[in-house]
């Protein structure tokens, strides 16, 4: 396993991660399943666990976090995050970015997860209804208790991202560490074009999400939809991203996956890696085989060559 550090901060992650989002607690439920695969990954140098208060309503944050407890690894072994701004229920105040939701929702995280305090804490989205100011005051107000060591953005603009570093900055406050956006070989221009410029000139990291498009880029669609599969209880990822365009580059990718010695999964995490802001890959996984593919990729370096060769792929 690699480490790198999260933006120009102290704190290093495991370049290969592993997030609850759509799986635990929503797919997956069967708490010895899961414990399996978190066992697998943790056991592989992962030490970085991403988590949202909204992944199953909690559900998330329970059950990874119970795994991680079972497997008795010592808190400060382990890099936990969180996320804040989506409803948690029909109360007019229990989502976005009060000062009220986050330092109430903090709380209630950290209670469902069993722990003291969260090493990230992060805005899952954007909130216009809410002063720039008061997002960052209360931020840092997590932070300065203790009851989360770092806090990051989710989605936000480059220009979101500015105004609160600058923001933080100018009031004495603490600025947001690390972004975590989705990026992969099929969803790539937002972040290189846009986040990409901006994080890297504030010294804010990137942990992204989706690396492997909800799957499509394993090659597991190739074909059609499995059942089972996310594209088939997730019709809007299916609608993003399965088109023949995409089918007939996937299917491209094989070959320089083949002419690797890896799987298509394990190019197109390396792939991500490949570029320095990255921090880190959250990929999922609903079986211990997916989970040990993609720890392969953390060791994978892309040559020049095969790095162009994928890049006339995409944009052919």
Known sequence: MQYRQVGKSGLKVSTVSLGAWTTYGESVQDQKRIAD???????????????????????????????????????????????????????????????????????????????????????????????????????????????????????????????????????????????????????RERVEEQILPATDHHGVGLVVWSPLAMGMLTGKYDDGIPSGSRFESHERFAENFLTEDNRARVKALADVASDLGVTRAELALAWVLRHPGVSSVITGATKVEQIESNLKAADLELDEDSVERIDAILTS
Do not use: C
């Not at 909204?54 to 944050?61: C, L, S, T, V």
């Not at 407890?69 to 701004?85: A, E, M």
């Not at 992060?122 to 008061?134: G, I, N």
């Open 37 to 187: 695969i978190v066992k697998v990954a943790a056991e592989g140098g992962i030490n970085f666990f991403d988590n949202a208060d909204m992944y199953a309503r909690g559900q998330g944050e329970r059950l990874m976090t119970a795994a991680l407890h079972d497997l008795g690894i010592p808190r400060h072994h382990l890099v936990l995050s969180t996320k804040v701004f989506w409803p948690m229920s029909d109360d007019v105040n229990d989502r976005g970015l009060s000062r009220k939701h986050i330092l109430e929702s903090i709380d209630m995280s950290l209670e469902r997860m069993q722990t003291d305090y969260v090493d990230m804490y992060f805005a899952h989205r954007y909130d216009p209804d809410v002063p720039m100011s008061e997002i960052v005051e209360a931020f840092s107000d997590v932070v300065r208790s203790g009851r989360a060591l770092y806090w990051g953005t989710s989605e936000w603009s480059a220009a979101q991202i500015a105004e609160a570093v600058a923001l933080a900055k100018a009031s004495g406050l603490v600025a947001p560490v690390v972004e975590q956006p989705q990026y992969s070989m099929l969803y």
